[in-house]
């Protein structure tokens, strides 16, 4: 049952629904975890936020052939935006990812979670490219619950990424030169299964326990 519907449930049933709102989410029916200390309102800022839902945008997975629409995922889920050519921010990101998806799997809540990094590069992140950077970062690609996704072309990426998500990014060279990198911002997002956002991490060291204990609180 969603969440929004336990809530209403409890309505009708004349139980005390401001004090349980209260524990899901701070006054957001649709959150678990509570307002976080912030500056700012999620409406007065370009990247989705504390409970809001996730863009509703369809991605395809190269690694297993399917395609991932994000606000659909039934899971709590973990995105994050990267390139593997990234030699100082994105390898911290993705490593921080690997580190909840071990636990994850040794903790016995695998199939609890769901994992994606989305690549803003992906002329050069094709499946090849992902299965190798996935090897090379000891992630487990064949779990099930982590998914590269990779959108089709630099429009369709910057439309994503940028547009839908708020990331920055940018090339770093001209266009004809193969080892281009990019200037990027750094930004992972907790997600519930009913797809609103329950954390958004702004930062180019996620604290990998306060993801974990977050992630446990959504579950």
């Known amino acids: 049952m969603y969440r929004r519907e336990y809530l209403r449930t409890l309505g009708a049933t004349g139980a005390v629904a401001g004090g349980v709102a209260g ?27 504390w409970g809001q839902q996730v863009p509703d945008v369809t991605l395809p997975a190269p690694l297993s052939g399917e395609d991932v629409s994000v606000r659909d995922v039934d899971t709590p889920a973990l995105l994050t935006f990267f390139y593997s050519y990234c030699n100082t921010v994105c390898p911290v990101l993705i ?11 040794n903790e016995g809540y695998g199939d609890e979670v769901s994992i994606y990094p989305v690549t803003f590069d992906p002329e050069r992140d094709d499946a090849a490219r992902l299965r ?10 064949d779990a099930g619950n982590w998914q590269f996704l990779r959108p089709a072309g630099k429009e369709r990426t910057k439309e994503v990424v940028t547009d839908e998500f708020g990331v920055y990014f940018e090339r770093t060279h001209p266009e ?20 609103y956002v329950e954390r958004a991490y702004r930062t180019q060291s996620p604290d990998e326990q306060r993801i974990i204990a977050d992630l446990k609180q959504v579950r």
Not at 177 to 195: I, K, P, Q, S, W
């Open 176 to 195: 004809k030169m193969d080892r281009y990198m990019f200037n990027h911002a750094a930004m992972t997002l907790l997600v519930n299964g009913d797809g």
């Open 132 to 141: 190798d950077y996935g090897e090379k970062m000891h992630v487990d690609v």
């Open 23 to 49: 524990c899901l989410g701070g006054g957001n029916p649709n959150t678990t975890l509570g307002e976080p200390d912030r500056e700012y309102d999620s409406e007065d800022v370009q990247f989705p936020a």
């Open 95 to 105: 490593s921080t990812l690997r580190d909840v998806q071990t636990h994850a799997l």
